[in-house]
């Protein structure tokens, strides 16, 4: 019984993150379940499969709040699932140690970017979206998530709200969007190869849907300037552990 309430615990934990920032939260899920025993290869299709219902509940959330660009998230993805594909391609060919150090850099720069403008006054509603820099923004996070088997919502949310104009909320809930779907064919792919525990991934469900909830609906009363440093935060936390 212990065991059951410390696994809803984690899943509300990680839940809440995903939800509040728009990321899948495989960073923390990866290294838990691997925690809990599951070989490396089973903890990444359980990940994305885990991802894949958080992200569907945080997805409908903010999808009712009316905080996604459903045309931005669909324009993106077209983008960036071919890329993905070359960049899982591309990894025996490139020295991955080199290229967690150059991501790293990346997502460092990113994080001062969004401390730089967190104290800035921004509009919080739509207004110019710059729609030409959409597949750029596609191939690049497709790109580097398929050489890294990262989730693309850590590249999503700052550089839809840098590089293509979208407020920070927005930000947020269209990287919900695009993850569900780039997490849902992940894990379909990794269940036909038998690459995901089902049983570990139903434990873990209804305390990453319950925090992906609680997330999702405070992203919206929180401060974007806020938003913006606990979303820099992460991305410090990431570029770290890319390196160590």
């Known amino acids: 019984m212990l065991d059951y309430l410390i696994e809803f615990l ?6 809440i993150i995903a939800g509040l920032f728009g ?9 838990t379940l691997t925690v809990m025993g599951l070989p490396m290869h089973l903890a990444i299709g359980t990940s994305l499969t885990c991802i894949a ?8 959330t903010h999808l009712r709040e009316g905080r996604v660009l459903l045309k931005v998230a669909t324009l993106k993805e077209l983008f960036s699932v071919p890329a993905a594909i070359s960049g899982a391609y591309l990894t025996i060919f490139i ?11 990346l997502l460092m720069y990113l994080a001062y970017e969004l401390i730089k403008t967190s104290k800035e006054k921004c509009n919080p509603e739509v207004s110019s979206i710059h729609y030409k820099n959409v597949p750029l923004v596609g191939i690049f996070a497709g790109f580097i998530s398929g050489l890294l088997g990262i989730s693309g919502g850590v590249l ?7 590089m293509i104009g979208v407020p920070m909320r ?10 569900f779907f780039t997490a849902l064919a992940g894990a379909y792919e990794h269940y036909q190869l038998g690459q995901v525990s089902l049983e570990t991934a139903l434990l873990l469900a209804p ?15 929180i401060q974007p300037g806020k938003l913006k440093l606990g ?4 991305l410090i936390l990431i570029a770290i552990k890319m390196v160590v």
């Not at 979303?231 to 992460?234: C, E, K």
């Open 207 to 221: 305390g990453l849907i319950t925090g992906a909830y609680i997330g999702a609906k405070l992203a919206h009363k």
């Open 231 to 234: 979303f820099a935060g992460i």
């Open 156 to 162: 999503n949310v700052p550089l839809f709200h840098t």
């Open 95 to 105: 020295n991955e140690a080199l290229l967690r150090v150059i991501f790293s850099v």
């Open 10 to 15: 984690i899943g509300i934990g990680i839940g």
């Open 53 to 60: 219902m958080s992200s569907f509940v945080s997805a409908f």
């Open 23 to 31: 990321i899948g939260g495989g960073f923390l899920i990866v290294p």
């Open 170 to 179: 927005y930000a947020i809930g269209t990287s919900s969007v695009a993850i």
